[in-house]
């Protein structure tokens, strides 16, 4: 990405002055941000791209804070579930977010910045121009080299050791993409079985209600299933508005994933949803090969959301 030097909407730092919930911090007023380094990083707790940028902003925060640089975290959020201040607390403290995150709920600062995508970053120089920005995953060393050289300090960048859910994707092997569920943005459903569905096509069984952004199962028994072919499948899923959990199991080519299992999953292709979030649920070891992964939920009330790939 190019080095700009594209002056800040006027208003853009004062929305984070309006802003009235903060995370990690107490409110960073725009005033206070000058004379800083700032790196603005649009995120939503869900997007697994997001979660495989984050090992590399954490270290950024902890390695160049003492440097006059400042990550804010600005979480915009992509479902109704992540409006929920409660779920952002929760995800931010488990997912281990140090820096000061700003609730953006209404977009007001992803607009004061003309974001478009999560994850984003916008760095922001001292004097308060936007002097590089990046879109999507990867480019680590390329932003901290930008981030140096605007604090003025020159270091080795950093070899990070993302791992788990912060793994990268497996670029090589990924003939997959994101599917969103509810009619919103859904895509390549499919009437028939698993058995006869083609690469990337899906389809619900049971009883289901779909909704703009997901699908509710109305009663227990009903799952989902995908033809897909990547080393990870995730699939964003909540439970029930009650908070009551729901159990499912997970099979591979109608077996139990064994060694394919993912962290959410046991090697039995048991699992519990607890909370909502992204689940991991196939991670393939050694040669990744085209399958077809089936989901069955023992309990009702479970919405499923959008499926990512790794």
């Not at 000058?34 to 979660?51: A, E, K």
């Not at 499919?190 to 952004?213: F, P, T």
Request: glycine letters at 8%.
């Amino acid at each position: 990405m190019p080095w700009e030097a594209s002056r800040l909407r006027a208003d853009a730092f004062s929305e984070l002055d309006a802003a009235p919930i903060w995370l990690n911090s107490e409110p960073l007023k725009a005033n206070a941000l000058r004379g800083h380094v700032v790196l603005v990083d649009f995120w939503t707790y869900s997007c697994v791209n997001w979660l495989r940028t984050l090992p590399y902003v954490s270290a950024w925060h902890e390695r160049y804070g003492d440097d006059g640089f400042v990550v804010v975290g600005a979480h915009a959020p992509e479902f109704g579930f992540e409006h929920d201040l409660d779920n952002v607390q929760r995800a931010a403290r488990e997912l281990d977010v140090r820096y000061p995150v700003v609730i953006d709920n209404d977009f007001a600062i992803w607009r004061s910045f003309e974001n478009r995508y999560w994850p984003a970053v916008h760095l922001v120089d001292r004097d308060g121009q936007i002097r590089f920005h990046h879109f999507g995953e990867g480019a680590y060393d390329e932003t901290e080299r930008a981030i140096q050289q605007l604090l003025g300090v020159d270091q080795e960048t950093l070899r990070v050791d993302a791992t788990g859910l912060a793994e990268a994707a497996d670029w090589d092997t990924l003939r997959s993409r994101e599917t969103y569920v509810g009619y919103g943005r859904g895509e390549r459903r499919s009437d028939r079985g698993a058995d006869g569905l083609a690469l990337n096509q899906w389809a619900l069984a049971g009883e289901w209600s779909v909704s703009e952004e997901a699908a509710v199962l109305e009663s227990a028994g009903g799952s989902i299933a995908y033809r897909f072919e990547a080393r990870d499948l995730n699939l964003v899923l909540a439970p029930p508005a009650s908070g009551a959990e729901v159990r499912f199991a997970v099979r591979l080519d109608s077996q139990p994933p064994g060694d394919a299992h993912g962290v959410d999953v046991a090697e039995s292709g048991e699992g519990i949803i607890s909370e909502p979030r992204m689940y991991q649920l196939v991670r393939q070891r050694g040669v990744v090969a085209q399958r077809v992964f089936e989901i069955a939920f023992l309990d009702a009330g479970v919405r499923a959301y959008v499926f990512t790939f790794g």
